[in-house]
């Protein structure tokens, strides 16, 4: 196992040079790297919240360890009941977790599910969120791209009545490219610079047009943004990778975030509607 954490980090990361003096920084960043994995799949929920059944993804290309894991903890989860026209329903809800692992005690590795995200399975066709028109992904920043630098910018959107963007927050930047701490401030700054201006000036929503949130005075979606080279192959389904995360920020005009969640959770080109979502989870998704 730990070969398997060594060889994600080694076959993941871009190490960028790092002056001397910086050497010790770039160590540090280092042993804060996390080796993950994103899985996918759904959960079925009854009439009080609880899960009845659930399903993973591709089972055939995860580890069983992995499977485990999930399926070991998915039983305990516990939702607000989905009700709709004032009585309770059944429920199919789209799930990803993140799973990380580190080095524990001697040659023990710790796995966990960092955090989770349940949301629609067809997010884009629900007229009771708002649902993109125009998300074009922002330009690559040239500065970043010289220094080799990469990452994952998740940002919150405060969608207007007019469909516009109003605000824009970066809840959280993870790099897969490493340097000196000086180095990755610097990435993080312009990758959200990058995501922020574009996700202001150029993206349009549609409003919601049915369901109990179509006369709020605004809405929040959720959306991740990759700053990858086109000529890098994404992680195969099932396989680690490693990443620098960044530490969460949250904004006042949007709500608090679940137990247990972190918007690393949510699958790339994958957006979700956290203030009007229906499946609200009561207990932390933990293993």
């Given amino acids: 196992m730990h070969r398997l954490l060594y060889a994600a980090l080694c076959v993941v990361f871009l190490f960028a040079a790092a002056p001397a003096a910086d050497a010790q920084s770039v160590r540090q960043m280092r042993q804060e790297v996390e080796a993950s994995m994103l899985v996918t799949g759904h959960v079925d929920i009854d009439y009080d919240g609880r899960v009845t ?66 949301g629609e399975l067809q997010a884009n066709d629900n007229t009771g969120a708002p649902r993109s028109v125009r998300i074009a992904p922002p330009r690559f920043p040239s500065e970043v791209a010289r220094v080799g630098g990469q990452g994952d910018v998740y940002l919150l959107v405060k969608v207007g009545r007019d469909g516009r963007t109003e605000d824009v927050h970066a809840e959280q930047v993870n790099l897969t490219a490493l340097g000196s701490a000086r180095q990755m401030a610097r990435i993080r700054q312009e990758l959200t610079k990058a995501a922020v201006n574009q996700a202001r000036r150029h993206w349009e929503w549609a409003p919601p047009t049915t369901g109990p949130d179509v006369d709020r005075d605004y809405w929040v979606v959720r959306v991740p943004v990759t700053f990858r080279y086109t000529d890098q192959s994404e992680t195969t389904y099932g396989q680690w990778a490693a990443y620098h995360p960044g530490e969460m920020s949250h904004p006042q005009w949007a709500a608090p975030v679940q137990p247990g969640f972190r918007p690393d959770a949510l699958v790339a080109d994958q957006s979700a509607t956290p203030e009007t979502s229906r499946f609200k989870l009561l207990t932390p998704f933990g293993g």
């Fill in 53 to 118: 059944a659930s399903e993973l993804d591709h089972r055939d290309k995860l580890p069983p360890y992995v499977i485990n894991l999930i399926e070991a903890s998915v039983p305990s989860l516990r939702f607000e009941p989905i009700v709709v026209d004032g009585a309770p329903v059944l429920a199919r809800a789209q799930m990803s977790a993140r799973l990380v692992m580190a080095p524990g005690t001697g040659d023990e590795m710790h796995l966990r599910i960092a955090s989770a995200h349940f």
